[in-house]
Structures are given as C-alpha cells and as structure tokens.
C-alpha cells in the first residue's frame, strides 16, 4: 500500500522553526509532486508548499513566500519542509500528500483534490 509517513509537529513560539518531514513508501518520489497542506478550525484546506520532483519546481502560498521551503531526498525518498518565522496564523493540522499528474508547480496551485496520496495530519501550533 502507497502512503505517506509524516514526522514531526508540535508547539512552538511565534519565530520559532520547525522542520517537517514526509517520508514515502510503496512508490518513489522522483516521479511525484510532494505537497504539504494545513486545515486550521473552521477553514478549508490550503496547499502551502509542493514540489514536483520531475523537475524541482516549486509552490508556496502567499502566505508562507519567504518564511517557508520545501526540498526532496530521493534516496531517501523524502520530502522535508522548513518552517521559519512562524507566526500564530501558521497553527493548523497539517498535512503531506502526493500526486503523480502533477509534473511540474510552474503556474500550478495545487488542489487537495488533484493528490493521490495523503499522510496522517499533524498538529502545529505557534504560540504568541
């Protein structure tokens, strides 16, 4: 079975970093966009960072230009998303999913509907 394996979350202050990861099996990345997702209460759920891995593109959310990155270790089969700068509107469950249509981020927002793949969300929270 194909999935998804989130690692890491939890609480920290506003300015703080995390580093996520989110770690494939039962398929390689290198022909996969890997995109993480937040769902926060009460909203709906947003892409905020992909990569393609077909050819390294990229996406990040207005929202997180800047303060976010998102990178590949395909020996690892791996995707790790660094978060810096966090700020109390960052807190919501997030998400790692995978989709294999899309092969590249340029002028590509990604939709939740379009992953084939989802991981286990995991909580963040930014305290102010």
């Known amino acids: 079975m194909s999935s998804c394996r989130r690692l890491g979350g939890g609480l920290v202050q506003a300015g703080g970093s995390l580093r996520l990861s989110c770690a494939a099996s039962?398929?390689?990345?290198?022909?996969?966009?890997i995109g993480w997702f937040r769902q926060a209460p009460g909203k709906e759920r947003e892409g905020v960072s992909c990569?393609?891995?077909?050819?390294?593109?990229?996406y990040y959310a207005d929202s997180v230009k800047g303060r976010f990155t998102i990178s590949s270790n395909n020996a690892k089969n791996t995707v790790y998303p660094q978060m810096n700068s966090l700020k109390p509107e960052d807190t919501a469950v997030y998400y790692c999913?995978?989709?294999?249509?899309?092969?590249?981020?340029?002028?590509?927002?990604?939709?939740?509907?379009?992953?084939?793949?989802w991981g286990k969300g995991t909580q963040v929270t930014v305290s102010s």
């Open positions: 039962g398929f390689t990345i290198d022909d996969y966009a």
């Open positions: 990569i393609a891995n077909t050819d390294g593109s990229t």
């Open positions: 999913a995978a989709s294999g249509r899309l092969l590249t981020m340029v002028d590509v927002v990604p939709d939740p509907y379009g992953m084939d793949y």
